[in-house]
């Protein structure tokens, strides 16, 4: 079975500066997919990032960034230019492309404290 | 309107009590899922439809008993339920037949078990 582990339960970063999530995985299928999602205090779920494994291109979208290193099974989140809305609980999650459906599977969460 | 609407937003029930969570999708997605997100752990899958089939149990209670009526509404029936079954609950829908499809969720269900 799949395993998402992040190590970092609470981060803080400064307005305007770059913090780095890690996440790491464990799986023996070479065909998945990596998200990040982002969770504010509305509750809500909501899609930060997405990478194909086959893809050696990092993923980007506007201030985030992934640094996805497949041979070390490790996915972490660059955000850059920090903002005051960027607070947040984000996980890290991983779907298989090698079974059918869509779940995936979650790492516990790192609280992302943003300070003005 | 949002893509996945969830209510009650809130739930306060007793030990004996029955109720149900309700969820709806706006997106035209053919699968829904419901999540366990307690303090502390990795959200919990606990039911998955797909077409509207049940295709995952994950050894879930029977105290837990979804319904899918069809692709845009899932509910979670509930029934004598423990207090460590107090949680958020995450309703999320997808298109399954995409790949990397992401999941949309819900705003959730705050449930406590008195």
């Known amino acids: 079975a799949q395993t998402v582990t992040q190590s970092q339960p609470e981060m803080s970063v400064q307005e305007a500066e770059t913090v780095t999530l890690s996440c790491t995985y464990d799986?023996?299928?070479?065909?998945?997919?990596l998200f990040w999602y982002k969770q504010p205090p509305s509750r809500q779920m909501i899609l930060v990032i997405r990478q194909e494994a086959y893809k050696q291109q990092n993923a980007t979208e506007n201030r985030f960034s992934v640094n996805f290193q497949k041979a070390a099974k490790s996915f972490s989140l660059k955000i850059s230019d920090s903002q005051l809305g960027d607070a947040a609980m984000y996980f890290c999650a991983y779907r298989s492309g090698e079974t059918s459906g869509s779940r995936l599977t979650f790492g516990e969460g790192t609280q992302l404290t943003v300070n003005p | 309107e949002t893509g996945v609407t969830q209510t009650p937003r809130h739930l306060v029930m007793g030990m004996t009590n029955k109720k149900s969570l309700k969820c709806e999708q706006h997106l035209g997605h053919n699968a829904m899922y419901w999540y366990k997100q307690s303090a502390k752990k990795p959200l919990e899958l606990m039911f998955v439809y797909s077409l509207e089939e049940r295709v995952e149990n994950n050894s879930v209670p029977s105290r837990f008993s979804p319904e899918c009526p069809n692709s845009s509404h899932l509910f979670l029936h509930l029934h004598t339920l423990q207090p460590e079954d107090s949680a958020l609950y995450l309703c999320a829908s997808s298109q399954v037949t995409e790949y990397n499809s992401p999941l949309h969720f819900g705003n959730g269900t705050r449930l406590t078990v008195t």
């Open positions: 799986t023996s299928e070479s065909d998945y997919y």
